[in-house]
């Protein structure tokens, strides 16, 4: 008889698959409970831990995950599947379902791995980084469709889908200026900090992951449950919503794709696996027009990576970071390195101080702090008089389809071009975009300015019945009888007046659009 010896590397690799029962759970496996279309549970025969070929392919997996660096691996998912490890229950019935499902529907991977395509090699490198499962390069897919405006009927918004308070928890900011569940950057670190936290509560994948979708504690109560009732507790036995019940074998279907396109007939496509992306951190308040320009790149793609920005200018005093292609984070660093840190990034306007006007309230309506404001202005306190004039940064224009428009406003249709003047900062003066600008005038992308020219400046929308208007704060004001007084919504009062919350303080002014009639009634 002859005998053949399988490689040593084999050896050990298969003999330890069979002894861990190809799982990354931590408990044992019971008969499942699945719910039928009627609401009941029924008992499910205990799938087989793994024919021959799919343990052959575990194994080949194995080894090709000991000889491949994630680097050197040929695309982004050929990487993506040496940090495969949820290994359990790949062929359940409710996965299965979900197979027939995206090989029935390929654009949903095709549209969704064109949205990923720039952020992918960053948010793997950082799931390996953390040792954590390769398959959660692919839970954005059932979430959101990696579509960083994604937003649902719950308020969940950006590629994770993080509600409002989880979201403040992780410390991502949302206010009028920047939404945090939408930076792909500062979002993917909140989202496997919240996994991690997940899976060290309840041991097991699954489970962490119905906790991420459903909450820990719903999660926690149907385990609870299932325990009382002498049942399984495992993910395949909880009674959970249809959703939660739905989200892993959703990702477990995709995995199956991405992990055998061939076998299944459908087509991934290739993602370099190579970074696209560098953060810059200018260190201070930045218009990403201007910043398109020191980076060489159109100012669509700078707004297109950085997603979780409402207008055109980066948070006056939070956050200022920027994703940029990596050849263009270059250029960028270069340019501020030559300009020195002193240099502004963000156009001033000149605002002229009304009577009830103060400090506290003119740097509140323009995203600042008190301090800065002095500081821009070279005041030793806070006394201001009527009639002075003050510099103070613009907010920048709503970048379209995003929240926190800022409010309308009136311009000359024409203007002058004087010495030192750039597209950029003329656009900025009047709140124009630099791309309106030029388009509006037909000037060419290099085209130079000379003092004289005379520029047509585009028209703003402005609503003619309704007017700009002063009001200083009374006593026992609050927003919501103030938004009643004047009937305008409490969200326009904070934009319109760069509020973070609801609180305001009597004498105080704030700034108000509203209807020329009810501007009249208030005399």
């Known amino acids: 008889m002859i005998i053949r010896l399988l490689p040593l590397p084999l050896v050990l690799i298969v003999g330890a698959l069979l002894g861990t029962g190809c799982s990354l759970h931590d408990k044992p496996r019971a008969v499942a409970q699945v719910a039928n279309p009627t609401g009941s549970a029924e008992p499910v025969e205990v799938l087989r831990?793994?024919?021959?070929?799919?343990?052959?392919?575990?194994?080949g997996r194995a080894l090709r995950q000991a000889a491949t660096k994630p680097e050197d691996a040929p695309d982004i998912w050929s990487r993506a599947r040496l940090g495969f490890a949820m290994t359990e229950n790949l062929h359940h019935p409710r996965v299965e379902v979900y197979k027939r499902h995206y090989r029935q529907h390929p654009n949903i991977i095709t549209i969704a791995s064109a949205r990923a395509e720039p952020f992918v090699h960053f948010i793997l490198t950082e799931i390996e980084r953390r040792g954590l499962p390769g398959e959660l390069l692919l839970l954005p897919i059932v979430e959101s469709g990696y579509a960083p405006e994604a937003t649902s009927s719950g308020s969940a918004a950006g590629i994770w889908q993080f509600i409002p308070g989880t979201g403040e928890h992780f410390g991502l900011i949302q206010d009028d200026w920047y939404d945090g569940r939408r930076d792909v950057y500062q979002s993917t670190h909140a989202a496997l900090d919240y996994l991690e936290r997940l899976h060290a509560r309840f041991g097991d994948w699954y489970l962490a992951l119905a906790a991420y979708n459903f909450g820990q504690g719903n999660v926690a109560r149907a385990i609870a449950a299932n325990a009382a009732a002498g049942k399984p507790t495992d993910y395949w036995s909880l009674q959970l919503s249809s959703e939660a019940m739905s989200y892993v074998p959703r990702l477990l279907a995709l995995r199956a794709l991405i992990d055998e396109p061939e076998r299944?007939?459908?087509r991934i496509p290739v993602i370099a696996n190579e970074p696209y992306l560098r953060p810059v951190?200018?260190?201070?308040?930045?218009?990403?027009?201007?910043?398109?320009?020191?980076?060489?790149?159109?100012?669509?793609?700078?707004?297109?990576?950085?997603?979780?920005?409402?207008?055109?200018?980066?948070?006056?005093?939070?956050?200022?970071?920027?994703?940029?292609?990596?050849?263009?984070?270059?250029?960028?660093?270069?340019?501020?390195?030559?300009?020195?840190p002193d240099h502004g990034l963000v156009p001033h306007a000149e605002y002229e101080v009304r009577a009830g006007d103060n400090l506290g309230g003119i740097a509140r309506r323009h995203g600042i702090g008190v301090a800065e404001l002095r500081g821009m202005n070279g005041l030793d306190g806070d006394l201001i008089r009527a009639g002075q004039r003050l510099r103070v940064p613009v907010t920048g224009q709503a970048i379209p389809g995003r929240n926190a428009a800022p409010p309308p406003s009136?311009?000359?249709?024409?203007?002058?071009?004087?010495?030192?003047?750039?597209?950029w900062t003329i656009a900025r003066r009047h709140e124009v975009g630099v791309a309106g600008l030029r388009e509006t005038n037909g000037l060419p992308h290099d085209a130079l300015l000379q003092p004289g020219q005379v520029l047509e400046?585009?028209?703003?929308?402005?609503?003619?019945d309704t007017t700009r208007m002063e009001y200083r704060i009374r006593p026992g004001d609050s927003l919501g009888a103030i938004s009643r007084r004047f009937d305008v919504e409490i969200q326009d009062l904070r934009r319109w007046n760069s509020l973070n919350g609801d609180g305001i303080r009597a004498g105080d002014t704030l700034t108000l659009y509203v209807a020329r009639r009810v501007a009249a009634s208030e005399g």
């Open 49 to 59: 831990p793994g024919s021959r070929r799919e343990l052959a392919q575990d194994a």
């Open 410 to 423: 009136t311009q000359p249709l024409e203007y002058t071009v004087r010495s030192g003047d750039s597209l």
């Open 457 to 464: 400046l585009p028209h703003a929308a402005v609503d003619p």
């Open 281 to 340: 951190d200018p260190g201070r308040q930045a218009d990403l027009e201007y910043i398109a320009e020191l980076a060489g790149v159109e100012f669509t793609e700078i707004a297109r990576l950085n997603p979780g920005y409402h207008r055109t200018v980066t948070h006056p005093y939070a956050a200022q970071h920027l994703l940029l292609p990596a050849s263009a984070a270059g250029e960028l660093e270069t340019a501020l390195r030559e300009r020195g």
């Open 264 to 266: 299944h007939g459908v």
